[in-house]
């Protein structure tokens, strides 16, 4: 493996409904989601190219599977921070921090979805 390359390719968001949690990512960043249905394992996959670096990810409704503000924070890039703010906030998100200056590293917010998870926003 090639240490230069970025190993993290997937991510999963927990969710308790999958219908409001699909809508809201859907609305919140403008993208469909594709729901599998695996037994007793839900998810809906956000829009990803197989073999195309990028990494992909799901929302996820599981039994022990809980959305928290504890431990790893999933960021999106986005170009527009603010506007994907007022989405969040028109979909029953809440605001946490807004964007805020990270140097170098562009621009950063914080969110809490509609199912409870904290959730990063980026840009440069």
């Known amino acids: 493996m090639d240490n230069e390359i970025n190993p993290v390719i997937w991510f999963e968001i927990p969710v308790v409904d999958m219908g409001r949690g699909k809508a809201f990512y859907e609305a919140v960043f403008d993208r469909k989601l594709t ?4 037994g ?4 809906a996959m956000f829009p990803m190219e197989m073999g195309v670096p990028g990494i992909g990810g799901a929302l996820v409704k599981e039994e022990h599977f809980v959305p928290s503000y504890a431990g790893t924070m999933v960021y999106f890039s986005v170009a527009d921070i603010a506007g994907t703010l007022n989405k969040v906030v028109a979909n029953k998100g809440k605001e946490l921090i807004p964007k805020t200056s990270i140097g170098e590293y562009g621009f950063c917010a914080y969110f809490e979805d509609s199912e409870g998870n904290r959730i990063g926003l980026h840009t440069m």
Do not use: A, E, G
């Open 35 to 38: 729901v599998i249905d695996m």
């Open 40 to 43: 007793p394992r839900q998810m």
